[in-house]
């Protein structure tokens, strides 16, 4: 895994209608959004799976499910507070790190295509979110590559 110097993005679409969506990773130049949740579906109108994926698809824009990047729903529903659900998570991928080799080697094969690749998920605060456990592990492998959390009104 050689994984270059370059940004990846992450973007939570709490708080967003999807066309504000597309326009904020267009906006950025993402080639290639990568759904990290385990379940690739939603109450919110237009980022369910399909819906999603064809939004993006009309922007130019590739999508692709990583579901084994998903925070398992037992942490999710099992977990009194946010910080516990994602020290949950925390553990369990350092148990399996092979789902973060899985992200890289996704990350890598877009990026040397020269497309850019955004990480998304459903909270907006990437704080709150098992996208940025993901990143901690992709970081420590891959010490030079750079995050950007995008940001909307």
Excluded at 60 to 68: D, Q, T, V
Aim: hydrophobic share 35%.
């Amino acid at each position: 895994m050689t994984l270059k110097k370059k940004v990846i993005y992450t973007l939570g679409y709490q708080g967003i209608n999807i066309n504000s969506y597309v326009e904020t990773l267009r906006h950025n130049g993402v080639g290639l959004v990568i759904d990290v949740r385990e379940v690739a579906w939603s109450y919110k109108v237009g980022f369910s799976k399909a819906p999603l994926q064809a939004a993006l698809n009309e922007a130019g824009i590739e999508y692709l499910h990583l579901k084994s990047a998903g925070n398992p729903s037992k942490y999710r529903k099992n977990s009194r507070t946010v910080k516990e659900c994602l020290s949950k998570y925390r553990a369990f991928l350092g148990r399996n790190l092979e789902r973060v080799d899985v992200l890289i080697n996704e990350i890598e094969a877009a990026q040397s295509t020269g497309k850019a690749v955004c990480l998304t998920c459903f909270e907006k605060n990437p704080d709150e979110c098992h996208r940025s456990i993901l990143l901690d592990y992709l970081t420590e492998q891959k010490p030079r590559t750079k995050i950007m959390h995008l940001h909307y009104s």
